[in-house]
């Protein structure tokens, strides 16, 4: 499975950005989907995840009520909608999801830059 996320930029303090991840090479349907970020010297967080079989989503204590993920199984493609950012949401972005029927992640994609104004 190959993964791109897009739509990163510079926006301000209480904006908005809708990250976007489309896969090829396989179907999000029965794949855990999760997107993560990253800042230089710090561990990767999962900022967001999707299990496909409960349609459960879990956040990140920092981004709930702000963030929310979603997945169009028709576009194969997952979403990140990100409100009221903030400047400690300044970071890489990116998404990654599990072998079909996993609950593990195996495959990431390259990020998306995410840069927060104060």
């Known amino acids: 499975v190959q993964l791109q996320a897009s739509g990163g930029g510079l926006v301000q303090t209480g904006g908005s950005l809708n990250l976007s991840c489309v896969a090829s090479g396989g179907t999000l349907s029965t794949r855990l989907v999760g997107w993560f970020r990253q800042v230089a010297g710090k561990e990767r967080e999962n900022v967001a995840s999707?299990?496909?079989?409960?349609?459960?989503?879990n956040y990140l204590d920092s981004v709930k009520g702000r963030f929310t993920i979603s997945v169009d199984n028709a576009q194969n493609t997952a979403y990140l909608q990100m409100n009221n950012v903030k400047p400690e949401d300044t970071a890489v972005y990116s998404c990654g999801v599990g072998k079909m029927y996993a609950l593990r992640y195996s495959y990431w994609g390259q990020g998306t830059l995410v840069t927060v104004s104060s």
């Open positions: 999707y299990r496909w079989n409960t349609g459960d989503t």
